[in-house]
């Protein structure tokens, strides 16, 4: 009994040491349905990859954290750089993932994120946290983006909506189980719309008056903090 306990000691730590090992490549599978890779680095558990996200470059590194493996969760440190630039710790148990971001930064122009033809300004962020249950229920935000300003253009359902946008800041947390983002003029703190990313995946605006009167077309009566369109669509 005792040889056939050192055999499979012998025998796990060779298997957790060839995985250890293995080329990053074998990581195909799980990024290559998103994410073009024209180059793999390193190993599994310590490697980096270039490629495109959307016809957008792509770089990533990442180091995974051995240790958390034994408390059946996985955390990982990682440096992106392309759609977004970011310092990421993230983690994913059976009951959902958590991720942190440090020094985010957005780049103004067209956005991967919010679909096709959406245009943002440039945007960053100190600190920001997000958390997400097993089940869809979004259970934790801290942060805020912020932005000194620009054009940002919204499809909103065939609406197409062009807006010079003044500083403003975009701060996350939780209702409901939703993720919901207050978009504000800094000036002032005004409210300029609501941004809900919903537990069953879907997105939804909340235009207000005073964000449509930055259109030099837009003319109105209106309360500014009223609700003036309001749109839901999958994400």
Avoid: C
């Avoid at 959902?96 to 096709?116: C, E, F, K, M």
């Avoid at 962020?125 to 000194?148: C, P």
């Avoid at 030099?216 to 009566?221: H, I, L, M, R």
């Amino acid at each position: 009994m005792k040889r056939f306990a050192f055999v499979f000691i012998i025998l796990l730590v060779f298997g957790l040491s060839a995985i250890y090992h293995a080329p990053a490549r074998l990581l195909a599978p799980v990024l290559a349905p998103t994410i073009g890779v024209t180059q793999w680095g390193g190993t599994v558990f310590d490697g980096q990859v270039l490629g495109a996200y959307k016809q957008k470059p792509f770089y990533m590194t990442w180091q995974w954290q051995v240790s958390a493996l034994w408390r059946l969760n996985l955390r990982a440190n990682a440096s992106v750089s392309g759609p977004f630039d970011a310092t990421v710790a993230a983690s994913k148990s059976p009951l959902g993932w958590d991720i942190d971001l440090s020094q985010l930064r957005l780049p103004a122009g067209p956005s991967v994120l919010l679909g096709a033809g959406t245009i943002i300004p440039a945007w960053q962020s100190a600190v920001l946290t997000i958390g997400r249950a097993s089940d869809g229920q979004w259970t934790a935000a801290n942060g805020a983006m912020v932005t000194e300003g620009g054009l940002i253009r919204l499809n909103l359902q065939g609406q197409i909506q062009e807006i010079t946008l003044p500083a403003a800041t975009l701060t996350w947390t939780i209702n409901d189980g939703n993720l919901v983002g207050d978009l504000r003029q800094r000036e002032g703190k005004m409210a300029l719309a609501t941004l809900t990313l919903t537990a069953d995946d879907r997105i939804q605006w909340q235009i207000r008056d005073r964000l449509l009167r930055l259109k030099p077309t837009y003319s109105s009566q209106n309360n500014p903090d009223m609700i003036v369109l309001t749109v839901a669509e999958p994400l």
